[in-house]
């Protein structure tokens, strides 16, 4: 490049940044007119709260996006998700959550069908092994519900962990479910 061409680049440059700071200052004019008396720092940083809210919803709507998904599939109406169709199925935002989700189902469905044939030893083993994985999955449920508490996430992270605290709940209900038919199995076989 040429000496010329930086020179025209620069000076460019230059007028961009004029018109910039003339502009910045006619819209910062214009809002000093626009209220009579001067705001104070509360009621600015409501107005900017508000302003930032609005932002959000407008950015929900044309995006798609559902900050308050998290309220989507109520855990507590559902006894046993197994008996759920796959249109009732909790949503997730991530393919491979979906695809876990669905192959955690089909898991937990034979080992229901499992139970019906499976020997008493087989049924004690299992009994412990979901026991300690339950209290593993609810550690994790408390961890992700912590994280999306604390507010310092990117949308992308809260997303992410949103899923993440949906599988720890599906997860659990479908433990707690199949502990207590086990339970049921070990009861009625050593009788």
Not at 56 to 67: C, D, P, S
Not at 164 to 170: D, G, P, S, T, Y
Request: aromatic residues 8%; negative net charge; proline residues 2%.
């Amino acid at each position: 490049m040429s000496t010329n061409d930086m020179a025209t680049i620069g000076n460019s440059t230059k007028s961009e940044e004029k018109k910039f700071k003339k502009i910045e200052r006619e819209i910062d004019t214009d809002g000093d007119d626009d209220s009579d008396e001067s705001e104070s720092g509360e009621s600015l940083r409501a107005r900017e709260e508000a302003e930032a809210a609005l932002e959000l919803e407008k950015l929900a709507q044309a995006g798609g996006f559902n900050f308050e998904e998290e309220n989507d599939f109520d855990f507590d109406a559902v006894d046993n998700i197994l008996d759920l169709n796959e249109t009732t199925f909790p949503k997730f935002t991530l393919a491979k959550n979906k695809a876990r989700f669905l192959r955690m189902v089909s898991w937990y469905r034979q080992k229901e069908e499992w139970i019906e044939v499976a020997p008493v030893s087989g049924v004690t083993k299992l009994f412990k092994q979901q026991s300690k994985e339950l209290e593993g999955i609810r550690a994790s449920k408390m961890d992700y519900e912590m994280e999306l508490e604390t507010g310092t996430l990117t949308p992308s992270q809260r997303s992410y962990r949103r899923d993440e605290l949906k599988m720890c709940k599906v997860q659990e209900k479908m433990a707690v479910h199949l502990i207590s038919k086990l339970q049921v199995k070990i009861k009625s076989g050593r009788r």
